[in-house]
């Protein structure tokens, strides 16, 4: 930031003498005044930025007409600070309008006709619209090797931003190999610490972990994360993006308590430099709403996501990428909350729009096609959710990799099915090789592993492995409660079938003292309708009754609230 500081200074100084000296109206005097805003808009000062621009634009039209190439600058660079600002949709035309008199007047091959498409491309992507800017990256990069050569910058700059799309594009093999190579040349030409080996070095990360290697992703982002604070300042939109990528790497790792507080502290500073409506504003308030809902605070993580969505329509327009983003993980949690009515009805819909929008194949839909399968096992449609977690897991399989994190998520998934339908022998097998998998991708210790042994745990209770059963419970509720702490609800979850694989054996006063624990915490976490709690409640008046306590199981009965929230009669 102190060199952004000293540029600005720079370019005040040469702006007044230039106003002195040649008078307001030169274009020497113009340049100077167009070379501070684009400093300023680096600084993240952009409503100066667009103001002074706009001024610039006026009195080069004014002085020099409309299709002057130094006019043409001007315009493109003012479509820079409305993308910045995340006003796309004002800045498209802009972009389009400039591109169009660029290469009429410029030529196609000119440094500034590339700059110009370059930025229209980056914009698409920042809109959804990764085919287009997928075509538009494509044929920049290749202008542009045939007019400056292989690692000139600006070659660099096209390749980075072909493997961003890439990424959304959800071919994240190419992109990873590309973000690796631009890594490499931009490390050799520019050095570590310049801006743009800085974004290569988070385009990598991000690449990585939306390809389940969160470890890797981690460290990567942390670094960025430090070397962006100390180039740029804390307040740099590039520090902050660099936090936010570090949060929700940190949420997927299933460090939830990290990632609100970063989270917040990233909100907090986007809120006050970009506003509140700003798309990178929206997304971080769709990241805190993420950690909540991991969090167990479902009801203020609802509350949150509706809004944000509700922000991002009305900014961005329905159908944008950051949208379908936000519906997938609001699904998601209305599930982990119990709300398994509404959870279907967004999970259809979020399917619709990644079908439409990304493709039947692209790894989001088939993400959302493994969740539609959740809400139809939860709603009792067991052969339908069967066909469908088979057709993802394959799909699964053959586009992203057996160990990738949502493969193993598919395959889980079905393993629980097999389950619940008693086909015991092939839900052991599918759950024993899912664990192996996490273990081996995600460590011991991670939220989707310990979902794992206590899954193996519940098929081996079923098929009245007791002991075996019991052991693997009593380890996943050790690490639970380290990992996730005591009152978070997958914790309570692993007590209860603690309590169920106890009480198999026979060992009813030692079940009904976990399950009395449980319904405690549960009626504090959740409340006294919430599926959980009740299970919980029926499995403690099935105890009482075989201890012969049925006044008492009675008495339970009696108070036990139904869905509809009234005690039963």
């Not at 699904?331 to 439409?356: N, P």
């Not at 090789?433 to 042994?453: A, I």
């Amino acid at each position: 930031m102190g060199k952004h500081l000293d540029a600005e200074k720079m370019h005040r100084r040469t702006l007044q003498l230039r106003e002195e000296a040649l008078g307001k109206e030169h274009p020497e005097t113009l340049n100077s005044m167009d070379n501070l805003a684009s400093v300023l808009n680096s600084m993240g000062q952009y409503s100066t930025a667009e103001e002074i621009h706009r001024k610039t634009l006026t009195l080069r039209e004014k002085v020099l007409g409309e299709e002057h190439p130094d006019t043409l600058l001007g315009k493109g660079s003012l479509a820079n600070v409305l993308k910045s600002m995340g006003r796309y949709l004002e800045a498209e035309p802009v972009y389009r309008q400039v591109l169009k008199l660029m290469e009429k007047v410029l030529g196609e091959k000119h440094p500034s006709t590339l700059s110009v498409m370059d930025n229209l491309g980056l914009m698409l992507g920042n809109m959804g619209k990764y085919s287009e800017a997928d075509k538009i990256h494509r044929k920049t990069l290749l202008l542009r090797e045939k007019a400056l050569g292989v690692e000139h910058p600006e070659r660099l700059d096209s390749m980075n931003n072909l493997a961003v799309v890439l990424g959304h594009m959800g071919q994240c093999v190419e992109a990873e190999t590309m973000h690796r190579h631009t890594l490499l040349l931009r490390e050799k030409a520019l050095g570590q610490e310049h801006p743009s080996t800085l974004s290569s070095l988070n385009n990598l990360a991000n690449v990585l972990s939306s390809m389940g290697k969160h470890s890797e992703a981690e460290k990567i982002h942390r670094r960025a994360l430090q070397l962006r604070e100390s180039v740029f300042g804390m307040d740099h939109h590039f520090t902050l993006d660099s936090m936010g990528n570090l949060a929700l790497v940190l949420n997927a790792m299933g460090n939830h308590s990290e990632a609100e507080k970063i989270h917040r502290k990233t909100l907090a500073l986007r809120e006050k430099i970009l506003g509140e409506e700003h798309p990178d504003t929206l997304l971080s308030r769709g990241g805190l709403a993420l950690a909540l809902g991991n969090m167990g605070q479902y009801s203020e993580a609802e509350r949150i996501y509706l809004h944000t969505i509700a922000s991002i329509e009305s900014v961005l327009g329905k159908e944008h990428s950051l949208e379908i983003f936000l519906l997938d993980n609001l699904a998601q949690m209305l599930d982990s909350a119990g709300w398994y009515s509404k959870a279907e009805k967004m999970s259809r819909k979020t399917l619709e729009l990644k079908k439409k929008v990304l493709g039947e194949e692209h790894p989001e839909t088939l993400n959302s096609m493994n969740d539609l399968g959740v809400m139809l096992k939860k709603t009792g449609q067991y052969w339908e959710a069967k066909q469908v977690y088979r057709q993802v897991m394959k799909q699964m399989q053959r586009v992203l990799g057996e160990e990738h994190p949502s493969t193993l998520v598919s395959m889980n998934n079905l393993a629980n099915l097999l389950d619940i339908l008693r086909l015991d022998s092939e839900a052991e097998k599918m759950h024993r090789k899912t664990l192996e998998l996490r273990q081996k991708v995600l460590g011991d210790e991670h939220p989707s592993t310990l979902d794992s042994m206590n899954n193996l745990a519940v098929v081996l209770d079923h098929m009245s492995q007791y002991s075996k059963a019991e052991e693997i419970h009593q380890r996943t509720l050790l690490l639970k409660d380290k990992v996730l702490g005591r009152e978070h609800p997958e914790t309570l979850i692993s007590m209860n079938n603690l309590g169920e694989v106890i009480q198999h054996q026979g060992r009813y006063s030692e079940a009904e003292m976990i399950y009395r624990q449980v319904i405690a915490l549960m009626e504090k976490v959740h409340d006294k309708e919430h599926p959980h709690t009740l299970h919980s409640m029926n499995n403690l008046m099935i105890v009482l009754g075989i201890l012969g306590r049925h006044l008492e199981a009675g008495t339970i009965y009696r108070h036990t609230p139904t869905p509809g929230g009234k005690g039963s009669e």
